[in-house]
C-alpha cells in the first residue's frame, strides 16, 4: 500500500509513521528527515536547503520532486510506502501522479493551540532523529537520548517566528491537498488529538475500511 501523510507541522506524522512502517512492514520515507541527514553530513543538497529549512520555508518543488522520485526507484519500496511530509503543494502531487500510484492520502487533524504545544516542546536526536516531547514523551534522562546518551536538540524550525511561519506555509500550500486528495476519492482525515497509539488504531482502521 503507497500512503500519503497530510497535516500540519507537528501534528504527529513523524512519530505515528515510526509506529505505522513496523505495522504494515514498509519504508518510512520523510523528505524533512532526507533533507536534515543532508544538513548533518554537509552535502551539496543539505547546504542548498538549510537556510530554507530554518526559516520555515518549503524547498523548491523540482529539488523536492527529484529527490522523492529516486526514492521511489529503489527497491525496498515494492511492496509500499508510507511519504511522510510529501507531496506538500499540488505541484508535487501532480508531479508524484506520473511515478507513483498513491492508495490513501490520511490527514492528521489537530488544532493550531495543540501544534504549537507540540513544536514548541518538541526534541530530537540528531543522529538517529528520534522524537521526543518535552512533557508528553520525555527522555528518560533530562535531556538525554535514552539509546544513544546523545544530548537532545531543538529543530531550527521549531522557534516561535519559524512555527509561525511554517503555518501560514501550511495553509497557502500544503492544505489545498485536502480538497485534491478529497476529490479523487483517497482522503481519511484522522483525529490527531489522542495518544500516537491511538492515532495509529484510527489510521489501520481507516486504511482497512
Ligand atoms: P518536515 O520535517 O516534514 O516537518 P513538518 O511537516 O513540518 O512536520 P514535523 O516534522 O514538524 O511534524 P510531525 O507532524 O512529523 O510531528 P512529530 O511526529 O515530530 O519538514 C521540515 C522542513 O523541510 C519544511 O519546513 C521544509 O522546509 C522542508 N521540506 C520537507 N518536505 C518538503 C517538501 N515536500 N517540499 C518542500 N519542502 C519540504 O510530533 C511533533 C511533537 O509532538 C513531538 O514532540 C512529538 O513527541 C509530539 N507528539 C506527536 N504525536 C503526539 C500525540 N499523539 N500526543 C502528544 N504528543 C505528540
Known sequence: MNIVLLGPPGAGKGTVAALLKKELDVPHISTGDIFRENIKNGTELGKKVESIMAS??????????????????????????????????????????????????????????????????????????????????????????????EPLIQRDDDKPEAIKHRLEVYQASTAPLIEYYSGKGLLKNIDASVSPEEVLASVVAALKA
Open 56 to 149: 520555515g520555508a518549503l524547498v523548491p518543488d523540482d529539488v523536492t520532486v527529484e529527490l522523492v522520485k529516486d526514492r521511489l526507484s529503489k527497491d525496498d519500496v515494492k511492496n509500499g510506502y508510507i511519504l511522510d511530509g510529501f507531496p506538500r503543494t499540488i505541484a508535487q502531487a501532480e508531479a508524484l501522479s506520473f511515478f507513483a500510484d498513491i492508495d490513501a492520502a490520511v490527514c492528521f487533524v489537530l488544532s493550531d493551540e495543540e501544534i504549537i504545544k507540540r513544536l514548541s516542546g518538541r526534541r530530537i536526536c540528531k543522529s538517529t532523529g528520534k522524537i521526543y516531547h518535552i512533557v508528553s514523551n520525555p527522555p528518560k534522562v533530562d535531556g538525554i537520548d535514552d539509546e544513544t546518551g
